[in-house]
């Protein structure tokens, strides 16, 4: 693991860093606004206060703080994996390129000592064809304070949410009793937490910890300006059934489901996704900043 200088500098001075997820950067957005973004979430962590740290493999070695030229030759990368915890390993043992998911990043972050990170959506689970994101697993055993605009759009909410309880994951909701979901602020599912402000995110972080509590604490923030929610639920129903009669599957599935979703709200979900992705970067460093205050 190579943790770089000016991270490494930062958390040796106690100064707030924030961790990037990096798969949203290789797999979640398209070529080349996947670049912009990444460079904008960095600049929102620093307009925060706090030091950027985009988490990835590059070549087989595990990368903590990436430099402008690195992060635009992974951006560009058209042979970058996706890193989860399954296939960690056998990446950096074979050498390859990877964007590393919620799972990965989490684990990878708290082995380098950052407490915070950034992402768009967290992976959860979908009932049929049945599929759970390690996502879910990873969170239950690490302790680390996670900012996110809630699951992925095309996930089942409900479900998720109900073995986030079950593993022990704190949720906390950012100004909000509902959850929110991705390209939308809000849904009729309730939380249990609601938090007004990055010290109150920040007093449940250090609770959690001072208790000895080994999951993650997750910060759920909704979008400043998102679109309706039976209006993407009914959108996803539709991008699902099509998927499904087109036996489309597996990794294939959410590039897929993305896609349709932009064509179906003429580009309106990408916009959301960009914004959400930048407004979550920002709320991380202030987090941030008031642990390490
Ligand atoms: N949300 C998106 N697009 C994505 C992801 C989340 O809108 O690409 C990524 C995140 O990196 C998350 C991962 O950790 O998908 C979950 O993948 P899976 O369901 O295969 O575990
Ligand atoms: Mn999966």
């Given at each position: 693991?190579?943790?770089?200088?000016?991270?490494?500098?930062?958390?040796?001075?106690?100064?707030?860093?924030?961790?990037?997820?990096?798969?949203?950067?290789?797999?979640?957005?398209?070529?080349?606004?996947?670049?912009?973004?990444?460079?904008?979430?960095?600049?929102?962590?620093?307009?925060?206060?706090?030091?950027?740290?985009?988490?990835?493999?590059?070549?087989?070695?595990?990368?903590?703080?990436?430099?402008?030229?690195?992060?635009?030759?992974?951006?560009?990368?058209?042979?970058?994996?996706?890193?989860?915890?399954?296939?960690?390993?056998?990446?950096?043992?074979?050498?390859?390129?990877?964007?590393?998911?919620?799972?990965?990043?989490?684990?990878?972050?708290?082995?380098?000592?950052?407490?915070?990170?950034?992402?768009?959506?967290?992976?959860?689970?979908?009932?049929?064809?049945?599929?759970?994101?390690?996502?879910?697993?990873?969170?239950?055993?690490?302790?680390?304070?996670?900012?996110?605009?809630?699951?992925?759009?095309?996930?089942?909410?409900?479900?998720?949410?109900?073995?986030?309880?079950?593993?022990?994951?704190?949720?906390?909701?950012?100004?909000?009793?509902?959850?929110?979901?991705?390209?939308?602020?809000?849904?009729?599912?309730?939380?249990?937490?609601?938090?007004?402000?990055?010290?109150?995110?920040?007093?449940?972080?250090?609770?959690?910890?001072?208790?000895?509590?080994?999951?993650?604490?997750?910060?759920?923030?909704?979008?400043?300006?998102?679109?309706?929610?039976?209006?993407?639920?009914?959108?996803?129903?539709e991008a699902n059934a099509e998927a499904q009669s087109r036996g489309i599957q597996g990794k294939a599935l959410t590039p897929f489901l993305l896609r349709r979703l932009a064509e179906q709200s003429k580009g309106a979900t990408d916009r959301v996704n960009r914004r959400l992705l930048v407004e979550n970067a920002r709320l991380a460093g202030e987090i941030a900043r008031a642990l390490a205050g």
């Amino acid at each position: 693991m190579r943790i770089a200088p000016f991270v490494s500098e930062a958390l040796s001075k106690n100064q707030p860093v924030v961790a990037l997820e990096s798969t949203v950067i290789t797999h979640g957005l398209a070529r080349p606004e996947n670049l912009e973004v990444a460079r904008a979430m960095v600049v929102a962590v620093r307009e925060a206060g706090a030091v950027p740290a985009v988490i990835a493999i590059v070549r087989g070695e595990v990368r903590v703080g990436l430099e402008e030229e690195e992060l635009k030759a992974l951006a560009e990368d058209q042979a970058a994996e996706k890193a989860s915890l399954w296939n960690l390993s056998a990446l950096v043992a074979s050498r390859r390129t990877a964007g590393t998911t919620v799972a990965a990043t989490a684990f990878l972050a708290h082995r380098a000592g950052i407490p915070v990170f950034a992402t768009g959506g967290i992976g959860g689970v979908h009932p049929s064809p049945f599929d759970e994101s390690a996502d879910l697993v990873a969170l239950a055993r690490t302790p680390i304070l996670v900012v996110s605009s809630g699951m992925k759009s095309i996930l089942d909410l409900a479900a998720t949410l109900e073995r986030l309880e079950t593993l022990g994951v704190a949720v906390l909701g950012y100004r909000t009793d509902r959850l929110p979901a991705f390209h939308s602020p809000t849904s009729p599912y309730s939380l249990p937490t609601r938090v007004e402000s990055p010290e109150e995110a920040a007093a449940v972080y250090r609770a959690q910890r001072g208790l000895g509590l080994s999951p993650a604490v997750l910060v759920f923030h909704p979008v400043s300006e998102g679109l309706p929610f039976e209006r993407v639920r009914a959108w996803v129903e539709e991008a699902n059934a099509e998927a499904q009669s087109r036996g489309i599957q597996g990794k294939a599935l959410t590039p897929f489901l993305l896609r349709r979703l932009a064509e179906q709200s003429k580009g309106a979900t990408d916009r959301v996704n960009r914004r959400l992705l930048v407004e979550n970067a920002r709320l991380a460093g202030e987090i941030a900043r008031a642990l390490a205050g």
